[in-house]
């Protein structure tokens, strides 16, 4: 292998751009190498359907390699008591681990905070392994907070904080 096809150099070149229904195989592909909560392919068809602007994708040199998926939801603030507010929720991002800290993951995540502010959203909110300190310190980093815990969340029993971003 040449030095200029080191997987070292190409990993530093991606482009975000909005999923479309060809990138799913890649997507389901994605969620399965990283994260223990599988969606069916229907969720994901159904999610970008519902808001598409917040389902963007990650690519390197043609191959998808992260994605962020949002929805948009009503409910009470995670941050001002007792406020009903329109709340963003991203559902799942993923980045693979050869192209983990390169910056994909924070992009995606601007990115998709971007889109539901368009939409007038108050505030983001997320889901997180409680023992994930490395996604919980981009978090906290972006500016979420964590606002609480939700005992035993995940299928594996393992503990979640929703963390929370004021947005307008």
């Known amino acids: 292998m040449e030095k200029s096809d080191s997987p070292l ?81 991203i559902i799942s991002v993923a980045v693979m681990p050869d192209f983990r800290n390169l910056g994909i993951g924070h992009s995606l995540v601007e990115q998709a905070l971007s889109a539901l502010s368009v939409h007038h959203s108050d505030e983001c909110y997320l889901e997180v392994r409680t023992n994930n300190v490395e996604a919980i310190n981009l978090y906290k980093k972006m500016s979420f907070e964590i606002t609480r815990t939700i005992p035993r969340y995940y299928f594996d029993g393992f503990d979640a904080y929703v963390m929370t971003k004021l947005l307008n």
């Open 9 to 89: 150099l190409i990993q530093k070149e991606y482009t975000l751009r909005r999923f479309g229904p060809s990138d799913l195989e890649a997507v389901i592909n994605i969620n399965r190498v990283c994260l223990p909560e599988n969606y069916a392919a229907y969720f994901f068809i159904d999610t970008f359907n519902t808001l598409p602007e917040t389902f963007i994708v990650a690519e390197s040199h043609g191959q998808v390699v992260g994605y962020i998926m949002c929805r948009l939801e009503h409910g009470f603030s995670d941050l001002k008591k007792l406020r009903f507010a329109r709340k963003g929720h």
